[in-house]
């Protein structure tokens, strides 16, 4: 159980392109979802977190107009990234907690590349 | 502040035990995480301690102290696909994971 998906696994676009990503939980409802950002040998960085109905929550630093979160369902998540630049280009990681009280573990999707040329 | 120490990098022999040590500081405690991270990959679940003890699940074993703001994660009869990264993960007040960089593990032959 507990299984998360991504889609697509990787993706190149052009700069000032957009680009939507998908989070899917699978076996669970996911009352909350997370996305994350990590640059090669950096740690995960917490970009927003998403509860299911509302709108997301932002980190400090991230541009809530350059990537959009829509958590539309308790299984589906997207992050758009709008206008990508070269410095967009990151593995960008989506987690799901489900809603069951005293459940907090998060489990993640298995990433998606973005390369932006 | 928030804050997590583990060692950067270690190196452990196949068939041999090695203990990955986590001490921490945040703002408010709802139990710590450990997931493993292969390069390239999206960490995966490992183990949850939200009260001190030790909690063993197979070849892993992970520990906590609360008071003490400690954590180990013991890693038994390694094999080569143990070779990753393991992240330390303290949930705080509001529920959320703090990452630190984690530790990576060489295994060797």
């Known amino acids: 159980g507990a299984v998360v998906s991504q889609h697509p696994s990787w993706v190149i676009c052009k700069s000032g392109t957009s680009v939507k990503i998908e989070c899917r939980s699978l076996d669970f409802q996911a009352t909350t979802m997370f996305w994350y950002r990590q640059f090669p040998k950096q740690s995960l960085m917490l970009m927003a977190t998403?509860?299911?109905?509302?709108?997301?929550?932002?980190e400090q630093g991230v541009e809530k107009d350059k990537f959009l979160i829509n958590h539309a369902s308790l299984t589906l998540s997207t992050l758009t990234v709008t206008s990508a630049h070269p410095e967009d280009s990151s593995f960008y990681i989506c987690?799901?907690?489900?809603?069951?009280?005293?459940?907090?573990?998060?489990?993640f999707g298995p990433g998606t590349r973005l390369t932006v040329t | 502040g928030q804050n997590i120490d583990q060692p950067t990098e270690m190196t452990a022999t196949e068939g041999a035990i090695v203990q990955i040590n986590c001490t921490y500081q945040t703002s408010g405690f709802n139990g710590l995480f450990w997931y493993q991270q292969h390069a390239g990959e999206a960490p995966t679940f490992l183990s949850y301690?939200?009260l001190d003890g030790l909690e063993e699940k197979g070849r892993f074993s992970s520990f906590l102290s609360r008071s003490k703001g400690y954590s180990y994660l013991l890693l038994k009869e390694l094999q080569m696909k143990d070779s990753a990264s393991y992240l330390c993960?303290?949930?705080?007040?509001?529920?959320?994971?703090?990452w630190g960089a984690g530790t990576k593990l060489i295994i060797k032959p």
């Open positions: 987690s799901a907690r489900a809603g069951r009280e005293g459940i907090h573990e998060q489990y």
């Open positions: 998403s509860n299911e109905g509302s709108k997301a929550t932002y």
């Open positions: 301690n939200v």
């Open positions: 993960a303290p949930m705080d007040s509001n529920y959320q994971l703090i």
